[in-house]
């Protein structure tokens, strides 16, 4: 019997070769983010306390002239709001449950927000006088956060971006259950621009009311930003940035024209765009981690004062003006009330959200813990 040689397939034509992936980078907490957060609260404090009108016996712009102009435009402080909260809800919930998500931002939202909704119905239900009162009805459900669609007012006007962020949670949650990944979070904001661009002319109804398209555009852009953050800059994902920022303005200009009803003047549009442009550029430069060398030790504290203070300042703000307005200077008024609500809002966060968030945690976790063992 002859030797036969039999030739061996190159082990490498045996194995698939995996497609390239791009490099998954973690990290942890982001300081600047927490800076961010504040500063934009503080543009929309500044934004009510020293440009809106209903604060001040009198015209605003006569009291800050110096700084009426640039105060007017802090109520973009809430775009960058959001722009924050599509960035850091793709972080904080990826690689975890949809129970996970659901509790993170049950004890995130309602305990400052229950705080606050009661704290502020009691400050104007003694503060009003003969004046029309909150109803307890009201106050209710102004507790669930449903207050908007149930068409029952608000008692504060600053609780309509809390709906806003319910509604971009809604949609998250439908992805968190589905397992977030890199294609499914760009599928699903590729399909979010898609539904927004689609429905942004339609009337009021409650498809338009979950794909909000007015501001999508920011929740996209945040999460677009997110992706960048965590696999790297590439041609979709920066153009889907640049759609989010095209996609705003819009909405932006429409409510750049709504603003001369709040404050009583008339304001370019123009800086208008660039602030925002600086807002993206802000975030690209999060994203990108060109602003990680930020870790100053007071950042986190600075973060905690932000939800609380945001809460807080506007209805709660104007009756502290108003009680010290007769009295001092407009700067010192603003200044004292600034460091009341910021002394309140830290006693909130170490008396109110730490504590009830701790036993909302533990209570969720063993309700869902029930669900899923009674389920299996």
């Not at 307890?136 to 309509?160: A, F, K, R």
Request: glycine share 8%; hydrophobic share 50%; net charge positive.
């Amino acid at each position: 019997m002859g030797n036969t040689t039999t030739s061996l397939p190159d082990v490498k034509t045996l194995v698939p070769v995996a497609p390239e992936v791009p490099a998954i980078r973690t990290r942890g907490r982001i300081h600047v983010l927490d800076g961010l957060r504040l500063l934009a609260a503080l543009a929309v404090v500044v934004y009510h306390f020293t440009a809106r009108e209903g604060a001040w016996s009198v015209d605003a712009k006569s009291l800050f002239p110096a700084v009426f102009t640039p105060a007017a435009y802090g109520w973009l402080g809430v775009q960058l709001f959001f722009l924050i909260s599509g960035f850091v809800i793709c972080m904080s919930c990826w690689g975890r449950t949809l129970g996970d998500f659901f509790v993170s931002r049950v004890i995130r939202l309602f305990p400052a927000y229950w705080f606050a909704v009661l704290a502020t119905a009691a400050v104007l239900t003694l503060t009003r006088g003969d004046g029309p009162r909150l109803s307890v009805s009201t106050i209710l459900t102004n507790l669930t956060m449903l207050q908007e669609p149930l068409g029952v007012h608000h008692v504060d006007g600053v609780y309509w971006t809390l709906f806003a962020e319910m509604r971009f949670y809604l949609l998250f949650a439908a992805l968190a259950w589905w397992g977030l990944t890199y294609r499914r979070v760009l599928t699903f904001c590729w399909v979010w621009v898609v539904a927004s661009a689609l429905f942004s002319q339609y009337g009021d109804g409650p498809v338009r009311l979950l794909v909000m398209p007015d501001n999508s555009w920011y929740f996209i852009g945040g999460m677009a930003f997110y992706l960048i953050h965590r696999f790297g800059l590439n041609l979709l994902l920066g153009s889907l940035v640049l759609v989010s920022f095209g996609g705003a303005l819009p909405s932006l200009h429409s409510a750049w024209s709504q603003v001369p009803t709040y404050i009583g003047h008339a304001i370019p549009y123009g800086p208008t765009v660039v602030i925002l442009a600086v807002c993206f550029a802000v975030m690209a430069l999060v994203a990108t981690d060109r602003l990680s060398w930020i870790k100053w030790r007071w950042l986190p504290y600075a973060g905690a004062l932000t939800y609380p203070l945001y809460l807080l300042h506007q209805d709660i703000g104007r009756k502290i003006i108003g009680a010290l307005e007769p009295y001092l200077s407009p700067y010192a008024v603003v200044g004292i009330t600034l460091a009341v609500l910021l002394l309140a809002s830290w006693l909130v966060h170490r008396l109110v959200e730490r504590p009830l968030a701790k036993r909302l945690k533990r209570g969720l976790t063993q309700s869902l813990s029930q669900v899923r063992a009674a389920t299996s």
